[in-house]
């Protein structure tokens, strides 16, 4: 092999990260087609399908992947508390759209992926349902 062995961890990273992060191209047990399933997911499956490799099953940060990432991801249940009380509903929207107008340091496009891969309609209700499911694990 080429390259050190952590540039290579991190390729295989970034490789599972981008096979994971595609919805509706993994097969499911219950047979039904993955853009269907999208369109009736709630946001907490959505985001355990699609956000914890990453974000973790809390939310906080500590996923399988986040020790490979250039940037930590940060801990998502306290957005509201570092802004100043507030959740930042439309940030986390832009965010999720791929239109915050910033790098996020790996954060995928989700709208753009559940798009390419289901349509329009399923690709905004996942992203709705996934900020909704955000701004309820805010911490208290």
């Known amino acids: 092999m080429h390259g050190t062995p952590r540039k290579t961890v991190r390729a295989a990273a970034v490789l599972a990260l981008t096979l994971l992060a595609l919805p509706c191209a993994a097969q499911t047990d219950s047979g039904i087609d993955p853009c269907a399933r999208m369109e009736v997911l709630p946001g907490s499956k959505l985001f355990a399908e699609n956000c914890t490799f990453c974000h973790g099953p809390d939310g906080k940060g500590g996923g399988i992947l986040?020790?490979?990432m250039k940037l930590t991801p940060p801990d998502l249940t306290t957005l509201?508390?570092?802004?100043n009380g507030a959740f930042p509903t439309?940030?986390?929207?832009?965010?999720?759209?791929?239109?915050s107008g910033k790098s996020h340091g790996g954060m995928p496009n989700w709208k753009s992926i559940f798009t390419d891969e289901c349509g329009a309609a399923p690709a905004n209700r996942a992203v709705t349902e996934l900020g909704v499911y955000v701004k309820g694990i805010q911490a208290k």
């Open 90 to 99: 439309e940030y986390v929207f832009k965010l999720l759209k791929g239109e």
């Open 66 to 68: 986040a020790k490979e």
């Open 80 to 83: 509201a508390e570092r802004s």
